[in-house]
């Protein structure tokens, strides 16, 4: 099967939201000899990406997103086993915390951020939705990550992201911060101090390797 094929298949799985597809897409595109990276960025992100803009456009809604994104969660959990029977473990670049803040249910932008970061090397604990600061707080603490990442969708729930790293700040604690998600810009980033702003999941890895000297 040519690599097309794959992508294509990948990104069908996505948009049906069939976890079950997606997962055995990833594990023959995998046996076929796909990097995790190669079908995670041409195939399975494409599928999310599109889920997004569907989200975005009122042609599906948040039942379909998060099914969506469940499906997306385990094609990644196939790619990052490949990548940690490869030696990924060993080779992990950095620990990443990520969550959608409290109050918020936004997921897919995060899931295409976890996708990519694990694609490139990352070791990534996803808090899922609907977190707490003092619950990314305790698990950055209990796995010494180095990156704590927050996704806000609303502008109501983006003071969340500045709760968590006013409590950083308070304690000294050394973990770096990202903000992201539809409202968050570079000015709201430099107003609440966080260490940086992804654009985007690519831009994520980016800045993400520029704090930790990647």
Do not use: C
């Not at 950095?94 to 409290?102: A, F, P």
């Amino acid at each position: 099967m040519a690599n097309e094929e794959f992508y294509q298949e990948a990104v069908q799985a996505i948009l049906d939201s069939d976890r079950a597809t997606a997962e055995d897409v990833a594990k023959r595109a995998l046996a076929a000899g796909l990097s995790p990276a190669d079908i995670m960025q041409n195939g399975f992100v494409k599928g999310i990406s599109e889920i997004g803009e569907l989200f975005d456009s009122g042609e599906v809604f948040l039942p379909e997103l998060m099914m969506a994104a469940d499906a997306m969660a385990g094609a990644t959990e196939v790619t990052n086993a490949a990548l940690l029977s490869a030696g990924g473990a060993a080779e992990a670049k950095g620990k990443i915390v990520i969550g959608t803040v409290q109050g918020d249910v936004h997921d897919i932008g995060k899931a295409i951020v976890i996708a990519y970061l694990k694609a490139n090397g990352y070791e990534v604990t996803d808090l899922g939705r609907d977190v707490a600061a003092a619950t990314f707080i305790a698990k950055a603490k209990e796995l010494s990550a180095d990156v704590i990442g927050m996704s806000a969708l609303l502008t109501t729930t983006m003071e969340e992201q500045k709760k968590v790293i006013k409590v950083l700040k308070d304690e000294g604690l050394p973990f770096k911060t990202v903000v992201g998600g539809a409202p968050a810009t570079q000015r709201w980033a430099d107003q609440i101090g966080a260490d940086a702003y992804a654009e985007d999941a690519n831009d994520g890895v980016k800045k993400i390797d520029a704090l930790l000297g990647k």
